[in-house]
């Protein structure tokens, strides 16, 4: 399995202000996923990114709000734009997991509290 | 992908099997079913996933039944340190690999 770090592991931010959230594999990997998880609820995917294209974003997300970049094949970052307390969350990275048919290995989350 | 529900907590002595069931009754032919697990403040955690048989591994086996529509996921000795909440999603793992999760059963093994 893919061993996957996050950096920072946790921050206080203040409205209005922007973080990048690093997300590094140990191995080269496809697909990379972004998710939010907010207090006591489930996890809800940002957007898939693919080195060397543009990130896909689901519903209800917006490059604007959240960019990503994705410059090789074992990193990629999670950009918080113009922060407020509604984006007090979890924010998880993910990659394809090759030998499990479609599933999905996770790093430890950035937890982030805005003020 | 088709939608699955579980129990939203259950219980389980320390020492004994933990059946966590999850229904899925409109999954399709090429879907499998994951099972996915998160203790607190840490990501998910992969456990095992399925086609149509029963696998196990060194965590947990999954009983899928013959029509697909519910499984189980079983640990077979539970231990503290299996508390957590348990997903249970079905994809068909295609070209967007998207998981969809809900909001799974809380498992609490009491000593």
């Known amino acids: 399995s893919a061993v996957i770090s996050q950096k920072p592991s946790r921050d206080i931010c203040q409205r209005g202000t922007s973080l990048t959230i690093q997300c590094q594999v140990d191995s080269q990997v496809t697909m990379m996923f972004w998710y939010r998880q907010q207090p006591g609820q489930s996890l809800t995917l940002i957007a898939t990114?693919?080195?060397?294209?543009?990130?896909?974003?689901e519903s209800g997300f917006v490059i604007d709000k959240f960019p990503i970049s994705r410059p090789n094949l074992t990193f990629s970052t999670l950009t918080v734009s113009n922060m407020s307390p509604e984006d007090s969350s979890i924010y998880l990275c993910?990659?394809?997991?090759?030998?499990?048919?479609?599933?999905?290995?996770f790093g430890p989350g950035t937890r982030l509290l805005v003020l | 992908d088709a939608k699955t529900t579980q129990p939203p907590s259950m219980d389980c002595a320390e020492g004994r099997a933990a059946n966590l069931p999850c229904n899925h009754s409109t999954i399709s032919g090429n879907e499998y079913v994951y099972w996915y697990r998160q203790i607190h403040s840490q990501g998910p955690q992969y456990i095992i996933h399925?086609?149509?048989n029963n696998e196990t591994n060194e965590m947990a086996s999954l009983i899928i039944t013959e029509d697909r529509k519910s499984s189980t996921l079983i640990l077979p000795h539970a231990t503290l340190r299996d508390t957590a909440v348990y997903y249970c999603?079905?994809?068909?793992?295609?070209?967007?690999?998207?998981?969809?999760f809900g909001k799974g059963t809380l498992l609490t093994v009491n000593p």
């Open positions: 990114a693919n080195q060397g294209s543009e990130a896909t974003y």
């Open positions: 399925g086609l149509k």
């Open positions: 999603i079905v994809s068909s793992g295609g070209s967007n690999y998207k998981l969809t």
């Open positions: 993910s990659t394809r997991a090759e030998d499990t048919k479609g599933g999905q290995y």
